[in-house]
């Protein structure tokens, strides 16, 4: 099968700026919060799921669902959040193993907060981390999304830590400068990944 590379890193560490310039350079990403959506779409099968577990009142008039809602619902209610995630965490599982599959580049990026938490690095080759230190992390993020370090914090603290990451990690990419660095670590990465990739399509053939 293809050569899938993971993405990995904190809440704010630069995974969705390193992906865009892999992306720059024709790689397809799959990411675990765009697949997260997707498969709450309108009319989905999961969408109908959630919405006979939860009560219709979830939905907005659109048809779509009310994030707000469901987050206030399963937020103070652990029985709940462990049905939800229970409908949820298989259904973005699969979706992800159909679009890395479907994915029509040498070889394929998965980026996810959650790599090793969730053990996606089971669908994954080799693990990229973006590593950048606690402070610039808080700073990033809570600017970002115009929220108080402690949310970030509390985001932080449910996450893996820094080293623990770290010493999982294949190939560890810092991100506590320019965006242009992470364009030239990108590049050189991409140069390994596509060599990587041949490879393994020569150890299938054999
Ligand atoms: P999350 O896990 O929350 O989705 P992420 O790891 O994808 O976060 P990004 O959204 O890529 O992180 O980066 C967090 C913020 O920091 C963004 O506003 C981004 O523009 C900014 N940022 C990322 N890298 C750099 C950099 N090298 N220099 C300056 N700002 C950066």
Redesign the pocket.
């Known amino acids: 099968d293809k050569l899938v590379i993971g993405v990995t890193?904190?809440?704010?560490?630069?995974?969705?700026?390193?992906t865009r310039e892999f992306e720059k350079l024709n790689v397809i990403v799959v990411d675990a919060?765009v697949v997260a959506r997707e498969v709450v779409a309108v009319n989905s099968p999961v969408l109908t799921q959630v919405a006979q577990q939860f009560g219709a009142d979830i939905l907005l008039s659109t048809g779509e669902l009310n994030r707000a809602k469901l987050r206030e619902i399963v937020f103070s209610d652990e029985h709940k959040k462990q049905t939800l995630n229970a409908i949820m965490h298989p259904a973005i599982r699969n979706e992800m193993i159909n679009q890395l599959h479907n994915a029509q580049s040498p070889y394929v990026i998965l980026s996810a907060?959650l790599i090793f938490e969730n053990q996606l690095d089971k669908l994954t080759d080799k693990v990229v981390v973006?590593d950048v230190p606690e402070t610039l992390q808080l700073e990033?993020?809570s600017?970002?999304d115009s929220v108080e370090q402690q949310q970030i914090q509390a985001i932080m603290a449910s996450q893996w830590t820094r080293q623990r990451r770290n010493e999982q990690a294949d190939y560890i990419v810092p991100?506590d400068?320019?965006?242009a660095?992470?364009a030239e670590q990108a590049k050189n990465l991409n140069t390994k990944f596509l060599q990587l990739a041949a490879d393994k399509l020569i150890n299938v053939a054999n």
């Not at 890193?9 to 390193?18: E, F, V």
Request: proline share 0%.
């Open positions: 890193g904190g809440i704010g560490s630069g995974k969705s700026a390193l919060d907060a973006v990033r993020a600017s970002r991100n400068g320019a965006i660095l992470l």
